[in-house]
C-alpha cells in the first residue's frame, strides 16, 4: 500500500526512530508499504519515519531506471566504518522542490538485519553511501538541511515558509 510521505516542517520528521525488536508480519508490511511508495515517488530511498512509522527500518534502491530493481531492506542499521569525504547533490521525498549539496563520507560500510532477521553488511561508496547516511538521518530525526550551512539552511527555511504560505499551509 503506498502510503503518505510527510514533508517539512512536519514535526514528526524530527522524533528519533525506536529499534526494531521483532521482526514480524507487521515490521514486513511496513517495509513491503515503504518500498512501493518510494518506488511511486519515485525515490532512491525512503526511512520509516518519513510516513509516520518511528521505527529503524530503511529502503534503498539506488538501480537506474534501465536496470533491474535492486531493493535494499535495512532494519537497525548502523553506519560501522566510514571515510573519505563527498560533496554531492542531495533531495528528499520530505523537502520536495529543494535540492542542495551535502557534505557526507564518500565511503561507509553498514550492518543491519533483513527481513528474516539475518544480519547483513554493505560496503557502499558513490550514491549507495550518500543514499545510506541520508537514510539512516532519517531515523535520528535528521533532515538534509540540517546539514546546510547556517545560511543555506535559513534561506531554505525562509523559502519553505513563502512556498507554504502561498498554498495556504501553515509553516
Known sequence: ???TILTYPDPELKKKSAPVVVINDSIREVARD?????YDAPGVGLAAPQIGVHQRIIVIDVSGKDEAPDLIVAINPVIV???????????????????????????????????????QTWRADELLAIAFQHEIDHLDGILFVDHLSPLKRDLFKRRARRLAESSGDKP
Do not use: F
Not at 91 to 112: E, I, M, T
Open 81 to 119: 566504518h566510514s571515510e573519505g569525504e563527498a560533496y554531492e547533490e542531495e533531495g528528499c521525498l520530505s523537502v520536495p522542490g529543494y535540492a542542495a549539496n551535502v557534505r557526507r563520507h564518500a565511503r561507509v560500510v553498514v550492518k543491519a538485519l533483513d527481513l528474516e532477521g539475518n544480519e
Open 1 to 3: 500500500m503506498i502510503r
Open 34 to 38: 515503504m518500498a512501493e511508495t518510494m
